[in-house]
């Protein structure tokens, strides 16, 4: 699976989590869209959907947007 085919999948399961459109660059949490609960949803179905984990650490850093997501999930490959 290719980086656009991530973050179109990912794209796709964060806007079923807060009911909002977003695009690759949207600043999730700094923007307000994403807050603590719904950050911690989308981790959680990142973990069902692509079998990587998302340290709990490091849910901000990788939430920063649906490309850097994307990025973390395409590094982390289905064990």
């Known amino acids: 699976m290719d980086i656009n085919e991530i973050e ?12 909002t ?23 959680l179905a990142v973990e069902r959907q692509f079998g990587c984990k998302i340290p709990p650490t490091e849910i901000d850093v990788h939430l920063e947007s649906v490309h850097t997501l994307a990025a973390f999930i395409a590094e982390h490959p289905r064990a």
Do not use: F, M, R
């Open 21 to 43: 459109k977003v695009d690759p660059d949207t600043l999730l949490i700094e923007s307000g869209l994403v807050d603590s609960l719904s950050a911690v949803d989308v981790a």
């Open 8 to 19: 179109a999948k990912v794209a796709d399961l964060i806007e079923g989590i807060i009911l």
